[in-house]
């Protein structure tokens, strides 16, 4: 097998709207370069969850070598609730390729990934899918990107169409001047020279465009255009200078064609590998912001980026060489774990085996089976170092569900493949709730935990049940108050005797559990005190309005009395318990409730509505400001309990372009109509639990 150099590699991410047709388009590619059969299977779609929905729910990778480059591929989910996905392949990934329904034009989905590639800085391509729609209007799609896109950037229509509609059968090469007419779903052209009568009015006013909007980066390519027109303009230099403007992020090309129909597939291709950006050119950089050089031949340095169940090999970990080289049978450093792994084989991923290799080089994507460690953006060294990537953190889960199982034998088994898909899933989490007695699953949205139950169920054969997760409330108190607990109790052997007097008061928010000894002349012997504290640990797990944990209180041992036959550890501990649960009683006792602190991203024209929504969930909006592009910031304080149906009532406001991120951010008291309502909610739930 030849080996490719980095400068003979390429990276590329298929990013898109669901529907836009990105898998449609591997299918393509698979069909065109390697040996899948027929276009529409969704090959890549190969968990059971995906090809029962039809959809794309988490990277996909896969090579193809051509002649002069080794390219690979990442088809991305198309919901914004696989954020975590799109992030994972976005940071990856050296080129972008936003995929646009010539139908729908520029979506919810669109805007959010663009918006993330100026985040990641990453070169963008856009691929015009579905050009062969009725409603396909390729003037009207390119006024939309640049009046969306163009900030200081500019959007390039590379094609023009040849045909409309379903008389969409090929492209016009508006660099080359080639026309390539397509027949059948070969994905096959044929080449010719003459400009087609249809497409000279469309090819005219894009023509100059594009030479204009290339040479404007070269200085010296634009002093030739202005003393010689386009003949002093070679396409060796042409293209030499577009490669630059794409890598510098100053040019956005823009290519057409039909995934159904196998058009313009090969086009995009050539594209990708005459101009797009090699592996040899992408920066990474360490926490401490030094430059990662994409060497050869310095020491091994890599990145985990995909973690997957294979049901036949185990746990498969995909891995990107950033620099150096990394051969079979040879040890890695995984940095943030402080562990080592003997990786005895190294394969690139392939559409139906994954190819076996020798040795990796910078540029190369890596499965590599059966690790016990590495989470997903953990950084690989060949020896001990302390390097670490800077890397984007991945978004908060925004909502959350209970589950249990029906059967207590499946506790481990869940737990287990809780742990799996978590791996694969950095904004998948999970945890047993010991306060509220449950497993609490946290996701993206209401579909990512919809898919994510959905493969808990098929993948991993487990039956449970869904349910509205518990919030974890707490009590406390707001003033002192002092009680005395007397118990006392007589046998026929040793007798109970434990005595105290304990005064109760409030700390600050978020201090906890505090125990003070104020006991003097021993009136209750020091081996008894830890007694005491340890009944009042006890008590405060359990309030006395609903039943929640007891939180910022500080306890003080005053006074009290012993036996000395009859006191025991036992007796302390109950006459604590008691005497705990009379002074909070006495108190005037409140709920607390945890508070959000979020952060709201929406378009300008339903601020106003959203600032109602958070008002009217008992919200504290905290500011508001202008983010550009017609969005807007708002800044808020929302309790969780409120947040459960936030995600859907968004959304409904914003016609889905409206997201937030949200964190705790303290506990606070409730007030007294809603507060009632949580004890007799706790109340019901009781009473259906016996």
Same mark, same amino acid.
């Given at each position: 097998?030849?080996?490719?150099?980095?400068?003979?590699?390429?990276?590329?991410?298929?990013?898109?709207?669901?529907?836009c047709?990105?898998?449609?388009?591997?299918?393509?590619?698979?069909?065109?370069y390697?040996?899948?059969?027929?276009?529409?299977?969704?090959?890549l779609?190969?968990?059971?969850?995906?090809?029962e929905?039809?959809?794309?729910? *988490?990277?996909?990778?896969?090579?193809?070598?051509?002649?002069?480059?080794?390219?690979?591929?990442? @088809?991305?989910?198309?919901?914004?609730?696989?954020?975590?996905?799109?992030?994972?392949?976005?940071?990856?990934?050296?080129? #972008?390729?936003?995929?646009i329904?010539?139908?729908?034009?520029?979506?919810?989905?669109?805007?959010?990934?663009?918006?993330?590639?100026? @985040?990641?800085n990453?070169?963008?391509?856009?691929?015009?899918?579905?050009?062969?729609?009725?409603?396909?209007?390729?003037?009207?799609?390119i006024?939309?990107?640049?009046?969306?896109?163009?900030?200081?950037?500019?959007v390039?229509? =590379?094609?023009?169409?040849?045909?409309?509609?379903?008389? $969409?059968?090929?492209?016009?090469?508006?660099?080359?001047?080639?026309?390539?007419?397509?027949?059948?779903?070969?994905?096959?052209?044929i080449?010719?020279s003459?400009?087609p009568?249809?497409?000279?009015?469309?090819?005219?006013?894009?023509?100059?465009?594009?030479?204009?909007?290339?040479?404007?980066?070269?200085e010296?390519?634009?002093?030739?255009?202005?003393?010689?027109?386009?003949?002093?303009?070679?396409?060796?230099?042409?293209?030499?200078?577009?490669?630059?403007?794409?890598?510098?992020?100053?040019?956005?090309? #823009?290519?057409?064609?039909?995934?159904?129909?196998?058009?313009g597939?090969?086009?995009?291709?050539?594209?990708?590998?005459?101009?797009?950006?090699?592996?040899?050119?992408?920066?990474?950089?360490?926490?401490?912001?030094?430059?990662?050089?994409?060497?050869?031949?310095?020491? $091994?340095?890599?990145? =985990?980026?995909?973690?997957?169940?294979?049901?036949? #090999?185990?746990?498969?970990?995909?891995?990107?060489?950033?620099?150096?080289s990394?051969?079979?049978?040879?040890?890695?450093y995984?940095?943030?774990?402080?562990?080592?792994?003997?990786?005895?084989?190294?394969?690139?991923p392939?559409?139906e085996?994954?190819?076996?290799?020798?040795?990796?080089?910078v540029?190369?994507?890596?499965?590599?089976?059966?690790?016990?460690?590495?989470?997903?953006?953990?950084?690989?060294?060949?020896?001990?170092?302390?390097?670490?990537? +800077?890397?984007?953190?991945?978004?908060?889960?925004?909502?959350?569900?209970?589950?249990?199982?029906?059967?207590?034998n499946?506790?481990?088994?869940?737990?287990?493949?809780?742990?799996?898909?978590?791996?694969?899933?950095?904004? =998948?989490?999970w945890?047993?709730?010991?306060?509220?007695?449950?497993?609490?699953?946290?996701?993206?949205?209401?579909?990512?935990?919809?898919?994510?139950?959905?493969?808990?169920?098929?993948?991993?054969?487990?039956?449970?049940?869904?349910?509205?997760?518990?919030?974890?409330? +707490?009590?406390?108190?707001?003033?002192? *108050?002092?009680?005395?607990?007397?118990?006392?109790?007589?046998?026929?052997?040793h007798?109970?005797y434990g005595?105290?007097?304990?005064?109760?008061?409030?700390?600050?928010?978020?201090?906890g559990?505090?125990f003070?000894?104020?006991?003097?002349?021993?009136v209750?012997?020091?081996?008894?005190?830890?007694?005491?504290?340890?009944g009042?640990?006890?008590?405060?797990? +359990?309030?006395?309005?609903?039943?929640?944990?007891?939180?910022?209180?500080?306890?003080?041992l $005053?006074?009290?009395?012993?036996?000395?036959?009859?006191?025991?550890?036992i007796?302390?501990?109950?006459?604590?318990?008691h005497?705990?649960?009379?002074?909070?009683?006495?108190?005037?006792?409140?709920?607390?409730e945890?508070?959000?602190?979020?952060?709201i991203?929406?378009?300008?024209?339903n601020?106003?509505?959203?600032?109602?929504?958070?008002?009217?969930?008992?919200?504290?909006?905290?500011?508001?400001?202008?983010?550009?592009?017609g969005?807007?910031?708002?800044?808020?304080?929302?309790?969780?309990?409120?947040m459960? @149906?936030?995600?859907?009532?968004? *959304? *409904?406001?914003?016609?889905? +372009?409206?997201?937030?991120?949200?964190? =705790?951010?303290?506990?606070?008291?409730?007030?007294? @109509?809603?507060q009632?309502?949580?004890?007799?909610?706790r109340k019901?739930?009781?009473?259906?639990?016996?």
């Amino acid at each position: 097998m030849r080996e490719y150099k980095a400068e003979e590699k390429r990276i590329v991410g298929f990013f898109g709207h669901h529907g836009c047709g990105k898998t449609t388009l591997m299918d393509d590619i698979l069909v065109n370069y390697d040996s899948a059969d027929r276009i529409g299977q969704r090959y890549l779609d190969k968990d059971p969850v995906e090809k029962e929905k039809g959809a794309t729910f *988490s990277n996909h990778i896969f090579s193809i070598d051509l002649d002069n480059t080794r390219t690979y591929f990442f @088809d991305t989910p198309g919901s914004l609730d696989f954020i975590g996905d799109i992030q994972i392949a976005m940071n990856t990934v050296d080129n #972008v390729v936003i995929v646009i329904n010539a139908s729908s034009g520029i979506e919810v989905t669109t805007e959010r990934i663009w918006n993330m590639t100026r @985040d990641f800085n990453k070169p963008v391509m856009i691929f015009i899918n579905q050009m062969d729609k009725e409603e396909a209007n390729y003037e009207s799609l390119i006024q939309e990107l640049k009046e969306t896109f163009e900030d200081g950037i500019r959007v390039v229509p =590379f094609q023009v169409p040849m045909g409309k509609g379903s008389n $969409f059968k090929g492209t016009v090469n508006l660099l080359s001047k080639e026309t390539f007419i397509y027949e059948g779903n070969s994905g096959k052209a044929i080449k010719q020279s003459e400009l087609p009568e249809e497409s000279k009015e469309l090819f005219e006013t894009y023509r100059s465009e594009l030479i204009e909007d290339i040479v404007e980066n070269n200085e010296e390519l634009m002093e030739k255009y202005f003393e010689s027109g386009e003949e002093g303009l070679t396409q060796e230099e042409l293209v030499s200078a577009l490669h630059k403007a794409y890598d510098e992020n100053k040019i956005i090309p #823009v290519f057409i064609g039909s995934a159904t129909k196998n058009i313009g597939i090969d086009q995009l291709l050539e594209a990708i590998e005459k101009f797009g950006m090699t592996t040899s050119e992408r920066k990474f950089f360490t926490e401490n912001g030094e430059e990662i050089s994409p060497s050869q031949e310095d020491s $091994f340095l890599g990145l =985990f980026v995909k973690n997957e169940v294979d049901p036949f #090999v185990g746990k498969l970990t995909y891995l990107r060489v950033l620099r150096g080289s990394l051969k079979a049978g040879s040890t890695i450093y995984v940095v943030e774990e402080n562990s080592r792994e003997k990786i005895s084989h190294l394969t690139i991923p392939r559409f139906e085996k994954n190819e076996e290799i020798e040795q990796a080089g910078v540029g190369d994507i890596l499965v590599i089976p059966k690790l016990k460690s590495g989470k997903i953006n953990q950084t690989v060294s060949g020896e001990e170092s302390n390097i670490k990537l +800077k890397l984007p953190e991945f978004p908060e889960p925004m909502i959350s569900k209970s589950i249990s199982p029906k059967s207590k034998n499946e506790i481990d088994k869940i737990t287990e493949s809780l742990a799996k898909i978590a791996d694969s899933d950095p904004t =998948f989490k999970w945890e047993f709730d010991p306060e509220i007695g449950e497993t609490v699953i946290s996701g993206m949205g209401s579909i990512h935990l919809e898919i994510m139950v959905e493969k808990l169920k098929k993948n991993f054969g487990i039956d449970f049940e869904v349910g509205k997760p518990k919030i974890a409330y +707490k009590e406390t108190i707001r003033s002192k *108050s002092q009680a005395e607990y007397k118990h006392k109790k007589q046998t026929g052997g040793h007798g109970q005797y434990g005595h105290v007097k304990i005064e109760i008061e409030p700390l600050e928010r978020g201090k906890g559990y505090e125990f003070v000894d104020k006991i003097v002349g021993g009136v209750i012997p020091k081996n008894f005190i830890p007694s005491v504290d340890k009944g009042i640990r006890e008590a405060i797990k +359990k309030g006395v309005l609903a039943g929640f944990p007891v939180v910022d209180i500080r306890v003080t041992l $005053f006074d009290g009395s012993y036996h000395e036959v009859d006191s025991s550890d036992i007796s302390f501990q109950i006459a604590a318990r008691h005497a705990f649960k009379i002074a909070m009683e006495s108190d005037n006792p409140v709920i607390l409730e945890p508070i959000m602190h979020v952060e709201i991203f929406l378009p300008t024209e339903n601020t106003g509505d959203v600032i109602g929504e958070i008002t009217a969930k008992r919200g504290r909006p905290l500011g508001m400001e202008s983010v550009g592009k017609g969005y807007d910031k708002i800044l808020a304080e929302i309790p969780l309990a409120e947040m459960l @149906d936030f995600s859907p009532r968004l *959304s *409904s406001i914003s016609s889905g +372009k409206a997201y937030f991120t949200m964190k =705790f951010s303290h506990y606070s008291e409730v007030t007294p @109509d809603i507060q009632n309502k949580i004890i007799e909610e706790r109340k019901r739930e009781e009473e259906s639990e016996k």
